[in-house]
């Protein structure tokens, strides 16, 4: 499967989200924090930040589809906001699965900046159409 299965996505395409590692158990990327992913005083949007989230955690679950599946669609995320991710850093994001059912799957994503601090933790739920 190619590694950069944003490509296939055209918002996560359009923000620039790279896929580094996808795997049934793990799906990782990066993106950079440009201006026009920022709000005021040049740090990273929230929505951008849960886009960036809801690609990998969208990838995960398209991994772990069942034979005969459809597809896979976001039915719940929450997003806690721990620290600012500044114009210019790249920020990284790591996604792993907390339950894959045959109906939902759940996944965490954790956000952080280049040196290593928390920029956000995300839950999300994806429903198998």
Do not use: Y
Request: hydrophobic residues 50%; aromatic residues 4%; proline residues 3%.
């Amino acid at each position: 499967m190619s590694a950069n299965l944003a490509e296939t996505m055209p918002f996560s395409k359009l923000m620039g989200v790279q896929v580094t590692k996808a795997e049934r158990a793990r799906v990782a990327g990066e993106l950079t924090v440009r201006a026009d992913l920022c709000t005021a005083g040049g740090i990273m949007h929230g929505g951008a930040i849960m886009a960036f989230a809801d690609a990998l955690g969208a990838i995960g679950a398209f991994l772990n589809l069942p034979e005969g599946a459809s597809g896979t669609t976001t039915v719940e995320s929450k997003t806690n906001f721990l620290g600012a991710a500044p114009q210019g850093d790249i920020v990284t994001a790591v996604a792993i699965p907390v339950s894959i059912g045959r109906r939902l799957s759940v996944w965490q994503t954790n956000i952080s900046r280049s040196d290593g601090k928390a920029v956000a933790l995300v839950m999300q739920t994806q429903m198998v159409l």
